[in-house]
């Protein structure tokens, strides 16, 4: 079984900062491409940030320039490092994974709880 955990969410002022660290645990023969969603209230779950199993990577127009993903393959994690944060967003953010399991051909995707993160004063 496959497991993602998220880490490193909270209450930030504006303009802060915070990172969130997703680590993927279980039986995992490979990790494709890894990226954080969020979701607002009243809202769908969106893409933030995506990388690939390579380093390539792709933003949301509302957090480039603002947001940086990175990845440590020997860690099986994924970062994501949000700088000069706004209210617009608070969100519970997830990580999402694209994996392989020994024994399978067919790759899946796999999802964390989430993590809260607030933009305040």
């Known amino acids: 079984q496959v497991q993602l955990v998220e880490s490193g969410g909270g209450l930030v002022q504006p303009g802060g900062s915070l990172r969130l660290s997703c680590a993927v645990s279980?039986?995992?023969?490979?990790?494709?491409?890894m990226g954080w969603y969020r979701q607002a209230p009243g809202k769908m779950r969106d893409l933030v940030a995506a990388i690939t199993s390579g380093g390539s990577t792709n933003y949301a127009d509302s957090v480039k320039g603002r947001f940086t993903i990175s990845r440590d393959n020997a860690k099986n994690t994924v970062y994501l490092q949000m700088n000069s944060l706004k209210p617009e967003d608070t969100a519970v953010y997830y990580c999402?994974?694209?994996?392989?399991?020994?024994?399978?051909?067919?790759?899946?995707?796999?999802w964390g709880k989430g993590t809260l993160v607030t933009v305040s004063s």
């Open positions: 279980g039986s995992i023969f490979s990790i494709f491409t």
């Open positions: 999402n994974a694209l994996v392989t399991t020994p024994g399978s051909t067919n790759a899946i995707y796999v």
